[in-house]
């Protein structure tokens, strides 16, 4: 199961929860810090973190991620909505739909698991890179090539292990949309720390951290138009090494947005110059130091009323799907404050 790196990639954490750890900074998310979550609600309202999942309503993010399909099953022969449960008895008064869902796991509301993205990174020291994720693991199997072509989803680092903690802990909002409007451009830690302290938002060990950006405002406009959204609001600069390096020393335990990728996303060309990560937050968080991704989660509402409270801290309870394998999930959030 678990892999034999001997080298570890600079700036990365392999091996400090564990040879076999598969949660990273999930890790953080102890029974005490969920108590600490829990004194965050003082008023007892619930905020839906979720856009409706058959947003942004077309490929136009991402070409290969298409819309869910919705469609009712086949019982007994016929299609089961709105019609008798069961055929053979006209004494049952039972009427029953069931149906099914066919849903790109990162189309709307996401998480990303540490199985999105690896690197070729030379972990066992014999000069030649292989494939590789957080924590020196392989998704495919080595032995039975299972995981390939995604015949049975990733062998690691798959999102139930996720599930399995139930990712519930303190949220804290960064509202980058109050202080940097809707132009799209990137923000990085200088820009960053600098909101934090005019907002006093203090992130701790173990926060969930929430950044809203106002990108989901436009999806959901965009969804009465036939527009696409464009290049809009703010994203975090990946390449900025300050950033990456406060990431890591801050402790916290997850990252999320409302935008497409947190960072700048792949489908805005990069120069490159030398090897290295299109995405180069994805790959600090999710491969070298095990913090899990949210993206386009909708934190309007709540970045709204937490300005108009004075407050930046809630309860979140956000589990992505228990499926084996997935590499990502959709995600239902709940915020209370
Ligand atoms: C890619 O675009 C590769 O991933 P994400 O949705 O995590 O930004």
Same mark, same amino acid.
């Given at each position: ?234 994203? *975090? ?5 300050? #950033?990456? &390096?406060?990431?890591?020393? $801050?402790? /916290? !335990? +997850?990252?999320?947005?409302? %935008? ?25 968080? *999710? ?5 899990? #991704?949210? &993206?386009?989660?909708?934190? $309007?509402? /709540? !970045? +709204?009323?937490?300005?108009? %409270? ?28």
């Amino acid at each position: 199961m678990s892999k034999c790196w001997k080298v570890r990639p600079e700036g990365s954490n392999w091996g400090e929860f564990g040879p076999d750890d598969q949660l990273g900074r999930l890790n953080l998310l102890t029974a005490e810090r969920v108590l600490e979550a829990v004194k965050e609600v003082r008023t007892g309202r619930t905020f839906c973190l979720s856009l409706p999942l058959d947003l942004p309503g077309s490929n136009s993010l991402n070409p290969s991620r298409l819309p869910p399909e919705l469609k009712p099953v086949i019982r007994q022969g016929e299609i089961a909505f709105d019609g008798p449960a069961r055929r053979d008895n006209p004494l049952q008064t039972d009427l029953l739909c069931d149906d099914a869902m066919l849903i790109h796991s990162q189309y709307s509301t996401q998480w990303d698991s540490f199985s999105h993205i690896g690197a070729l990174f030379d972990a066992d020291g014999d000069g030649a890179p292989e494939h590789v994720y957080y924590n020196g693991f392989k998704v495919v199997s080595e032995e039975t090539g299972e995981g390939l072509y995604g015949e049975i989803g990733a062998v690691n680092l798959g999102i139930e292990n996720m599930a399995e903690t139930c990712v519930q802990g303190r949220g804290v909002m960064i509202d980058l949309r109050a202080h940097c409007g809707d132009e799209r451009r990137a923000v990085g830690f200088d820009e960053l720390m600098a909101i934090l302290n005019k907002d006093d938002v203090e992130v701790m060990e173990g926060d969930l951290v929430c950044l809203h950006t106002g990108f989901a405002d436009r999806i959901v406009a965009a969804a009465e138009t036939p527009e696409p959204v464009g290049a809009v609001c703010t994203v *975090l600069d990946g390449d900025d090494k300050k #950033l990456l &390096e406060w990431i890591s020393e $801050s402790g /916290l !335990a +997850a990252l999320i947005s409302d %935008n497409v990728a947190v960072e700048q996303s792949s489908s805005v060309a990069r120069e490159m110059t030398e090897p290295g990560p299109v995405l180069p937050l994805h790959e600090h968080c *999710l491969f070298k130091i095990g913090v899990p #991704l949210g &993206e386009l989660w909708y934190l $309007s509402d /709540l !970045a +709204a009323w937490l300005r108009e %409270n004075g407050r930046s801290r809630f309860l979140l309870t956000a589990p992505p799907l228990r499926m084996p394998g997935a590499v990502g999930s959709p995600a239902t959030p709940v915020a209370t404050v």
